[in-house]
């Protein structure tokens, strides 16, 4: 898509597997975690978020769990499905503060 | 979509020129943010608003301007455009003090030759 990182890291599943998708965060003092999906030609649309006093956190299809130890953050996709594909952006917050951080993202393709 | 439209969608223009972009929501949101997105970076803060005429830095802001004079606009202007400033910008808003999940426009792919 031309939104998106030529050289983003990918993850190819099958339709009908879960996905796992990861985030490595840099701040400590970052509070709240969203992620966002974005899809070819699109803005980042969200997905899901969770506070930093919670370490699992679901939706429909979707859990993202963190742990703070290791200022990880991961996506949990069930049933992978065709629409699914795009890439997913992981961001942290402060807060009172106004400023997001994105990471890179990371392509997910779904086989169909 | 929260509402949000952005204008021009594609724009390409020639070094040198100003160029500005518009963001148009129609829910009344306080907040509202410029990003850029560029292959490898993810996307990156240029300016903020929090109010009408209240404005605020980001983390790439050289070379931008942006104004707000009424709630539901926020433009950016490209003072002097560069081939840097080649990228895809969005538009976002977020729906409330407190608010952390941001609603993001259809952005402008904007090229600069």
């Known amino acids: 898509g031309e939104n998106v990182g030529l050289h983003l890291p990918t993850l190819s599943v099958q339709e009908g597997d879960n996905s796992i998708i990861n985030c490595a965060y840099s701040?400590?003092?970052?509070?709240?975690f969203i992620w966002y999906k974005q899809e070819s030609g699109k803005g980042p649309q969200f997905i899901i978020d969770?506070?930093?006093?919670?370490d699992k956190r679901q939706g429909q299809r979707v859990t993202v769990l963190l742990n703070k130890t290791v200022k990880h953050l991961s996506l949990q996709i069930a049933a992978t499905q065709p629409g699914d594909s795009a890439v997913y952006f992981c961001?942290?917050?402060?807060?009172?503060?106004?400023?997001?951080?994105f990471g890179a993202g990371t392509r997910l393709f779904v086989k169909a | 979509d929260a509402g949000i439209t952005q204008s021009p969608r594609h724009k390409v223009t020639e070094t040198g020129t100003p160029v500005t972009l518009r963001c148009h929501q129609t829910e009344n949101h306080r907040y509202m943010y410029w990003y850029r997105q560029d292959p490898g970076h993810g996307l990156r803060l240029i300016h903020y608003s929090y109010g009408v005429k209240d404005t605020d830095k980001g983390e790439v802001s050289d070379g931008y301007s942006v104004s707000r004079s009424k709630t539901e606009d926020f433009l950016l202007t490209l003072e002097s455009a560069t081939s840097s400033q080649t990228s895809v910008y969005f538009c976002a808003i977020t729906e409330g003090q407190g608010g952390y999940e941001q609603y993001f426009g259809p952005g402008t792919r904007l090229t600069v030759t």
């Open positions: 961001a942290e917050a402060s807060t009172g503060g106004f400023k997001t951080i």
């Open positions: 969770i506070r930093s006093n919670m």
């Open positions: 701040n400590s003092a970052s509070d709240y």
